[in-house]
């Protein structure tokens, strides 16, 4: 008998006493394991190195329309790459403004821009009580945004759709909501696609506060972990068959394609809103950096090429996703105890665990010598209401380290739910 649910008293001892050996065995080796987020490996970032010589003295520092990318100017970026991204988002170039390397920044920009000067509109900042609807379980650094700029964040419960649009419907009734956060292909952490309905319905929003956006970012839009991609719909066309073309502000980069430390980050949107955040930026840059965005137009000259150089990143990361998803099920799909996603493609892995015991499995991983993502990470204000899911990122570590990573993990979760039957 394996399921813990109907053992013994004398059946859940036994089995305690040999899961708290083996998880002694594991603290004793003082290992130092971190699967607490989604960076990539060495290995993954050494596919881009090449790029470091394609600029360069004999190559030259001119883009294609022949501006020197060594010197000032070009406010949204290089048309060059702005064409590759509207190609890969399925918008226009004239959509597209490309940045830096952090498309979190451009969200961070966007959301003070909204708060000083509106979005069209009046500034949020005006609005008492505002608000803003988070997709449960969700990307902690969104989430952290709008608690910094006042918001009271509002939870969405999610299931393999989407989120419940039933109530986005209906919460977005209220004036005060200016805004939902979307992570719509390989979501963080649940690794879901949003269906094409959930993306019909999110366009075709009728919100009651007339500058109500909806922040879309599709930083997994190319990150398959298998052959076929999951469909997502476009949510701009949508949004404009709606008649709500100024509704989304599109989101995406290339922090886990290249380097996330000198990525190209890109913000899009319908022209109209394109030419309000503009107008904000004349004031904060005089342009990205050139250098980079001239290197990465090199290198990926059409989507194409960026979809091939993602199924060499899927070669790498798919034995890493592999190896926990094994360990799970072999541990613990007869227990009883927890449940799991199976991603097909995105950075991490959603962990379920009985309500009360994702933080003391947290725990007992870290006195093991493991760091996860905090409990409760991925809720608002860091507070799961059932304490019951862990975000797991399998990218950094070598598969040697995420197996061991791995069978601790499982440990601690039969271990947390063997004392709580236990009562110990």
Same mark, same amino acid.
């Given at each position: 008998?394996?399921?813990?649910?109907?053992?013994?008293?004398?059946?859940?001892?036994?089995?305690?006493?040999?899961? &708290?050996?083996?998880?002694?065995?594991?603290?004793?080796?003082?290992?130092?394991?971190?699967?607490?987020?989604?960076?990539?490996?060495?290995?993954?970032?050494?596919?881009?190195?090449?790029?470091?010589?394609?600029?360069?003295? =004999?190559?030259?520092?001119?883009?294609?329309?022949?501006? !020197?990318?060594?010197?000032?100017?070009?406010?949204?970026?290089?048309?060059?790459?702005?064409?590759?991204?509207?190609?890969? /988002?399925?918008?226009?170039?004239?959509?597209?403004?490309?940045?830096?390397?952090?498309?979190?920044?451009?969200?961070? !920009?966007?959301?003070?821009?909204?708060?000083?000067?509106?979005?069209?509109?009046?500034?949020?900042?005006?609005?008492?009580?505002?608000?803003? %609807?988070?997709?449960?379980?969700?990307?902690?650094?969104?989430?952290?945004?709008?608690?910094?700029?006042?918001?009271?964040?509002?939870?969405?419960?999610?299931?393999?759709?989407? @989120?419940?649009?039933?109530?986005?419907?209906?919460?977005?009734?209220?004036?005060?909501?200016?805004?939902?956060?979307?992570?719509?292909?390989?979501?963080?952490?649940?690794?879901?696609?949003?269906? !094409?309905?959930?993306?019909?319905?999110?366009?075709?929003?009728?919100?009651?506060?007339? =500058?109500?956006?909806?922040?879309? !970012?599709?930083?997994?839009?190319?990150? =398959? $972990?298998?052959?076929?991609?999951?469909?997502? $719909?476009?949510?701009?066309?949508?949004?404009? &068959?709606?008649?709500?073309?100024?509704? @989304?502000?599109?989101?995406?980069?290339?922090?886990?394609?290249?380097?996330?430390?000198?990525?190209?980050?890109?913000?899009?949107?319908?022209?109209?809103?394109?030419?309000?955040?503009?107008?904000?930026?004349?004031?904060?840059?005089?342009?990205?950096?050139?250098?980079?965005? $001239?290197?990465?137009?090199?290198?990926?000259?059409?989507? =194409?090429? %960026?979809?091939?150089?993602? &199924?060499?990143?899927?070669?790498? /990361?798919?034995?890493?996703?592999?190896?926990?998803?094994?360990? /799970?099920?072999?541990?613990?799909?007869?227990?009883?105890?927890?449940?799991?996603?199976?991603?097909?493609?995105?950075?991490?892995?959603? $962990?379920?665990?009985?309500?009360?015991?994702?933080?003391?499995?947290?725990?007992?991983?870290?006195?093991?010598?493991?760091?996860?993502?905090?409990?409760?990470?991925?809720?608002?204000?860091?507070?799961?209401?059932?304490?019951?899911?862990?975000?797991?990122?399998?990218?950094? @570590?070598?598969?040697?380290?995420?197996?061991?990573?791995? &069978?601790?993990?499982?440990?601690?979760?039969?271990?947390?739910? %063997?004392?709580?039957? /236990?009562?110990?």
């Amino acid at each position: 008998m394996s399921d813990y649910k109907k053992m013994s008293v004398e059946q859940l001892e036994a089995e305690f006493g040999a899961v &708290k050996a083996e998880y002694d065995a594991f603290c004793d080796l003082k290992l130092s394991l971190d699967m607490s987020r989604g960076k990539p490996g060495f290995e993954n970032t050494d596919l881009s190195n090449e790029m470091f010589d394609l600029v360069n003295k =004999d190559k030259g520092f001119k883009n294609i329309a022949g501006v !020197d990318c060594r010197n000032y100017g070009g406010l949204d970026g290089l048309p060059e790459i702005k064409k590759l991204f509207a190609d890969l /988002l399925e918008l226009e170039p004239s959509q597209i403004i490309a940045g830096g390397n952090s498309s979190l920044n451009m969200m961070f !920009d966007t959301i003070a821009q909204a708060m000083t000067h509106g979005l069209g509109a009046e500034p949020w900042s005006k609005t008492e009580n505002r608000k803003f %609807l988070c997709p449960v379980p969700g990307y902690d650094r969104h989430f952290a945004i709008t608690e910094y700029f006042g918001f009271e964040l509002v939870s969405v419960n999610t299931d393999e759709n989407g @989120p419940d649009m039933d109530e986005v419907e209906r919460l977005v009734k209220d004036p005060s909501v200016k805004g939902i956060w979307c992570v719509p292909k390989y979501s963080n952490p649940e690794g879901t696609t949003y269906s !094409d309905e959930v993306v019909r319905r999110m366009a075709n929003l009728k919100p009651a506060a007339a =500058d109500f956006k909806i922040f879309w !970012d599709n930083a997994y839009c190319i990150h =398959d $972990l298998y052959d076929e991609s999951d469909s997502l $719909l476009n949510i701009y066309d949508e949004c404009v &068959k709606a008649g709500n073309p100024d509704m @989304p502000i599109i989101f995406t980069s290339t922090s886990k394609v290249t380097f996330p430390g000198a990525g190209v980050a890109v913000e899009a949107a319908s022209e109209k809103m394109v030419a309000i955040l503009k107008k904000r930026m004349q004031f904060q840059t005089i342009g990205p950096n050139k250098i980079n965005q $001239l290197r990465h137009a090199r290198m990926f000259a059409s989507v =194409d090429d %960026l979809k091939a150089h993602m &199924k060499k990143h899927a070669d790498l /990361l798919r034995p890493k996703f592999e190896a926990v998803l094994n360990e /799970l099920e072999n541990q613990l799909s007869d227990k009883n105890i927890a449940r799991w996603t199976k991603p097909r493609g995105g950075y991490f892995i959603s $962990l379920y665990v009985n309500d009360g015991l994702a933080s003391r499995v947290a725990k007992l991983c870290a006195d093991a010598g493991m760091i996860l993502t905090p409990a409760g990470a991925t809720y608002p204000y860091g507070k799961d209401p059932k304490d019951a899911n862990l975000r797991i990122a399998p990218s950094f @570590p070598t598969v040697e380290e995420i197996e061991k990573a791995s &069978k601790l993990l499982c440990l601690a979760v039969r271990y947390a739910s %063997l004392e709580k039957l /236990l009562n110990k």
